[in-house]
């Protein structure tokens, strides 16, 4: 089946710590994205990428890092630096031009 | 700047009353529109697409309409029924460059049985 898995569903951060979100789609789509939803709050654009090797930063890239080496994958590393980094973290994926974006079913992280 | 918004952010009705949800945007210089389901701690579901030219789209009980001068979309919703409760989002793609979109902050709806 065709699709986009985020794993872990659950993730719990320490203090001054790294993580990173995996992202992974077998729907051969070029481009791929990260969002970041708080309650009462609609999604925002953290990173997305259009090609592989190449991506943008959305509109809240502090404290986030993300890589684009396979076609398949796009992982999310959300550094120390993200003060503030309790929230639901979804992943979307899309062929060009008009096509709508797929989404994963997230991942919820929270801090120790 | 491009903002989305949706009103209600939260609407209940009894099951079988046709609904309409409200979708405002403040540039009408849209390249398309979305509409989205989300579950309870899942991801996002993609309802309807329309695109700039096109005044409104229909899937089942699902009718999403456009006015880009006017900044507005609704999504009407026939026949509700248990099993359509959820968070409904809508999302402007501003341009054709990059498949960017901006979001609204959603209407949680809750179909009484």
């Known amino acids: 089946d065709g699709g986009i898995t985020q794993s872990p569903k659950y993730l719990f951060r320490k203090e001054g710590q790294n993580v990173t979100l995996s992202c992974e789609q077998n729907l051969n789509h070029d481009a791929m994205y990260w969002y970041r939803q708080d309650p009462g709050q609609g999604l925002r654009l953290i990173y997305y990428?259009?090609?592989?090797?190449?991506?943008q930063k959305g509109d809240i890239a502090e404290g986030y890092s993300v890589s684009r080496e396979k076609k398949e994958s796009f992982p999310l590393t959300v550094t120390s630096a993200q003060k503030n980094p309790t929230a639901f973290y979804l992943c979307?994926?899309?062929?060009?031009?008009?096509?709508?974006?797929?989404f994963g079913d997230g991942t919820r992280l929270s801090i120790l | 700047k491009q903002e989305v918004t949706q009103i209600p952010a939260a609407l209940s009705v009894p099951e079988g009353e046709n609904l309409v949800l409200n979708c405002s945007f403040t540039d009408s210089a849209i390249y398309n529109l979305q509409w989205f389901r989300q579950d309870p701690g899942k991801g996002l579901t993609s309802l309807l697409l329309i695109q700039s030219s096109q005044r409104e789209q229909t899937s089942g009980r699902l009718n999403a309409s456009l006015d880009k001068s006017s900044g507005r979309s609704t999504l009407y919703i026939a026949a509700s029924q248990p099993g359509d409760s959820a968070t409904y989002l809508c999302?402007?793609?501003?341009?054709?460059?990059?498949?960017?979109?901006?979001f609204g902050t959603g209407t949680l709806l809750a179909v009484q049985p």
């Open positions: 979307a994926s899309s062929g060009q031009f008009n096509q709508p974006q797929h």
């Open positions: 999302a402007v793609r501003p341009d054709g460059a990059t498949n960017k979109l901006i």
């Open positions: 990428s259009q090609i592989v090797n190449d991506f």
